[in-house]
């Protein structure tokens, strides 16, 4: 579990990454009314600057996949094919590990960055892979948490593939491993074929800031895993958190993200201080947008009165520091015009 060291002698060359916060909502309220509704878009985009910066805490890649018995034939065949091909498409300048499993998981190819050497090395022990047993999905999460561990101030993600249901015995220390990977990595799941359960996918990406989609042939999989590992490998920005403060009387109703795609964030929160919370956003990084959805009950004003309803802030902790990165403000006005 010791941080692995970055090796990499050349200096890189990367974009940077800027942001812009806009919040869209109807500031004007009748008198009485208590909830304040906004939308605040967020973008990510490079700047067009090209600078020289020092190696960065590097990126982490995971693949987690499963080998158990309905893997069999041509679907772990197609697997197989697929994370080759993705290893081979690393930058060198990233670490990888492939995790598989099936009612237990086991290490293919602990953490080790992106040289030629060790991508044949594991795509060598790719292909002696067989599928067999039965699909405990907590034991594959607990390996890949440990290689994710060891490069704590990395950009970590990780793939998730299944074609089966997990067994219902594991729904509980699912839940507990769950909660240890929160803000520790990311996780997109991707289930192959039409026999896994959507839910359960759902409910790991949901928890780990993923995204859950089919992949109805076999044949498919090497374009989608291209697809998560350009995604992956654009982020620049780690550990992005909206920080939402309201005046005192106020409570946050919810936070959600609502486009690409919809996740509570709500349960997610934490209390920074007195009137402040932080919510999740993961890692950012090329060209992305995102739109959140803010609820707060405030004191009802009467009309004519004014207020700042809530004031939301992108916050990045690097290295232990925490840069404010974005801000935008969320007003309350109380009128009798209609209009």
Known sequence: NYPLPITNSLLPITMTTQFNAEVFQNQYLPQGTREVHAIMTVTASGDGVETAIKPSSGRMFGIICDVSGSMQNNKIQAAKAAIAKLVQMLPQDAYFFIVVGNQQGYLLCPAAQALSAKKQQAIEQLRSLNASGSTVISSWLTQAKQQFAK???????????????????????????????????????????????????????????????????ASMLEADFQAILDRAMSKQVNNVAIRLWTPQGAKVQFCKQVSPEIVDLSDRATSVKAQVTDDPTGAWGGQQSRDYHFCIQVNPGNVGDEMLAGRASLISAIEGVETKIAEARILATWTDDEA
């Open 151 to 217: 490069m704590p101030e990395a950009i970590k993600q990780a793939l998730l593939l299944t074609d089966g249901q997990n067994d219902p015995s594991d729904e509980q220390r699912l839940e507990g491993v769950l909660q240890s990977c929160e803000g520790l990595f990311q996780c997109d799941c991707r289930g192959v074929g039409t026999d896994w359960k959507v839910s359960q996918l759902q409910q790991i990406a949901t928890r780990l800031l993923g995204t859950t989609d089919i992949i109805p042939n």
